[in-house]
């Protein structure tokens, strides 16, 4: 039953335990006495003793055994890792843990860490000569996929600069002071969400890792850390994909165990229900205010409006805008004022109805329309497009070629105006996010190019598929005009 490392926990205690002077550096008798060490001494052993099997540890473990259990311990509970009987750690030891109860076993860690978005970037930037590297990218998109079918959380594939979550296969020390350890140990650690190192997973390159059984499974150890990187630490419902035991988990038809489900949609919501307002995305929130000369390659560009205008895309900011040729990769800065002189600076917003050979630029309650660079006429009011009174303003417009309709972007919600019956639809405003899986928050602009649509956001830019309604890849805003 006891297993020779418990054996040797508990014949430290009996040695150790004696001269009071010789207390193991994980007992303070200032946070604990005597009693709660053997009864911390019995439930490290009851609960955190190895039995063979692959368990949690390393990440945490420290100078002696004790303290090593410890540490596991609150690592395991989500709590501060002291590797002392520190109070709360007591207080979770003295919790009975009887049975298998059938109530949320998953756990947060401390803090509750969450991603403040729901469109999250990731990249495998070093990959393993276990496996070839489209095998690890398929099990890290599966291992990702196992969280979205749940959550409203979208990830998207990075190929070169910083995504939200680095992937990496790494040996030994690998600068984050959490080295490896060589085949077997641990397999990998993931850091909890945040800026930085937050997210980032990494694997054991000496482990032999594998598509099928032959070895640790790739998928199976990625899906439990982008558990970890999602917000949500161990869990004690032995079904769970976040109990710490490695089982092998076959990808095809894998779905997320009930337990986990639960934890991450505490953190997120689930996919289809009505959006939680309490996860409302920051990147919606205002960009920085902006000096008038533009640099333009400033990495947080944002854009105020873009829009087609015969075969050339426009980029407007402030008092400049950008011409690019659709094929060109050739990008051109000019005034607004001397191309524009109505517009003076800072549109709201522009579309372009091609068959009309008319785009239309909105500036606060007034739209103007021009036919190529030519204004015409002057300056109409936005309420001719039949939005109600309260409408002063607008974020966003783009026109879809197919459907021929015009969705304008105020807030978190869009109307869509017929160009054809050239009236507002019924039905409107609909929500964003609910309509458009992982835009939400107020738009800068909006573009439709070859099929996708690009939504402006801040710093970034979101390509959403219309076939599979979902994002497919997200830009810094300002790779659009060359940077
Ligand atoms: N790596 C540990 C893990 O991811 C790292 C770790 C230890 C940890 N304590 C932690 C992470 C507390 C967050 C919070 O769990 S591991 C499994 C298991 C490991 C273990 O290499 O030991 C899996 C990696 F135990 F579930 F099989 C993946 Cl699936
Ligand atoms: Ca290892
Ligand atoms: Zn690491
Ligand atoms: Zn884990």
């Known amino acids: 039953m006891q297993s020779p490392h418990a054996f040797w926990l508990l014949f430290h205690l009996a040695v150790s335990v004696r001269p009071l002077s010789a207390a193991p550096a994980a007992f303070s008798t200032t946070t604990a006495n005597w009693k709660d060490f053997y009864a911390a001494q019995e439930y490290l052993d009851k609960y955190f003793s190895k039995e063979g099997e692959q368990h949690i540890g390393q990440m945490v473990a420290g100078d002696n055994p004790i303290t090593g259990k410890i540490k596991e311990m609150q690592a395991f509970f989500g709590l501060q ?45 070093k990959y393993t000569p276990s496996m070839s590297n489209a095998e690890v990218d398929k099990a890290v998109e599966m291992g990702l996929r196992a969280w979205s079918t749940a959550t409203p959380l979208n990830f998207v594939k990075a190929n070169d600069g910083e995504a939200d979550i680095m992937i990496s296969f790494e040996n030994g020390d690998h600068g984050d002071s959490y080295p490896f350890d060589g085949p077997r140990g641990t397999l990998a650690h993931a850091f909890a969400p945040g800026e930085g190192l937050g997210g ?46 490695y089982r092998y988990q076959h990808p095809a038809g894998f779905r997320l165990p009930k337990d986990d489900a639960k934890g991450i949609q ?15 995305p920051q990147r919606a929130a205002q960009t920085p205010q902006r000096t008038p000369d533009t640099d333009q390659c400033d990495t947080i560009l944002s854009f105020d409006a873009v829009t087609v205008i015969g075969k050339e895309l426009l980029f407007f900011k402030d008092r400049s805008f950008w011409r690019r040729q659709s094929q060109l990769k050739d990008v051109k800065p000019s005034s607004i004022t001397s191309s524009f002189p109505k517009l003076m600076s800072n549109v709201d917003a522009a579309y372009e109805v091609a068959d009309k050979g008319t785009a239309y630029f909105f500036k606060g309650p007034h739209y103007w329309a ?41 807030g978190e919600d869009y109307y869509s105006y017929d160009e054809t019956e050239k009236r507002m639809e019924s039905d409107y405003p609909k929500n964003i996010e609910d309509e458009f899986a992982g835009i939400s928050g107020k738009i800068d602009a909006a573009e439709e190019v070859n099929g996708y649509i690009y ?15 979902e994002v497919v890849n997200v830009v810094k805003s300002s790779s659009w005009i060359g940077c």
């Open 81 to 125: 890792v002291t590797g002392k009987l520190d109070f709360s750690t007591m207080e979770v030891m003295k919790t009975p843990r009887c049975g298998v109860p059938d109530v949320e076993n998953y756990r947060l860690f401390p803090g509750q860490p969450k991603w403040p978005k729901k469109s999250l970037s990731y990249r495998v930037a």
């Open 266 to 280: 505490a953190l997120y919501g689930s996919r289809q229900s009505p959006k939680d307002k309490s996860t409302v």
């Open 455 to 469: 939504f402006f956001s801040g710093s970034k830019a979101y390509k959403y598929d219309t076939e599979k309604e």
């Open 370 to 410: 021009t036919r190529g660079f030519r204004m015409q006429g002057s300056p109409r009011p936005l309420s001719e497009f039949g939005f109600p009174s309260h409408v002063q303003k607008i974020d966003a417009a783009v026109h879809l070629k197919d459907s021929k309709k015009t969705l304008f972007f105020i």
């Open 200 to 245: 980032d997973t990494h694997f054991d390159n000496a482990e032999k890792w594998t598509a099928g059984t032959n070895g640790f499974n790739l998928f199976t150890v990625a899906a439990h850390e982008f558990g970890h990187a999602l917000g949500l630490a161990h869990s004690t419902d032995p079904s769970a994909l976040m109990y710490p035991t």
